[in-house]
């Protein structure tokens, strides 16, 4: 099972470049985007408390919900193994590439 040390790999391949190195939105691409990226170690404290599992993980994934114009972040669902592991999200366990469950670990563990 993918942990918070596999998220980190990820996390500093495909996501540092904006989101800096500690999470925080300051990476060194972010001055050049047109909406500032959101400082991932306030995910928990902007949601009462409690890490947003189920929507980061749609949100990185590609929310079907949104178009890919209305997003600033790139999907990553192309960057990600067709290989599923079990995630509890919720107190359910859902399908999720392993990229992704180690992502979802390693930001867990950079809340504030």
């Known amino acids: 099972m993918p942990d918070k ?6 996390f500093a ?9 500690t999470g925080r939105g300051d990476g ?12 991932l170690t306030q995910l928990s404290k902007r949601n009462g408390g409690r890490y947003p599992a189920a ?3 749609s949100y990185i994934y590609g929310d079907p919900k949104k178009s890919h114009l209305a997003r600033v972040m790139p999907e990553f669902s192309s960057a990600m193994s067709e290989d599923l592991v079990p995630v509890e999200i919720d107190g359910v366990f859902t399908p999720t590439p392993p990229q992704l469950a180690g992502l979802l670990a390693y930001l867990e563990s950079i809340q504030e």
């Open 5 to 10: 040390t596999d998220g980190a790999t990820f």
């Open 13 to 21: 391949q495909n996501c540092a470049s904006c989101h800096g190195e």
């Open 55 to 57: 929507r980061t993980l």
């Open 28 to 39: 060194p691409l972010a001055k050049n985007l047109p909406q500032s990226p959101t400082d």
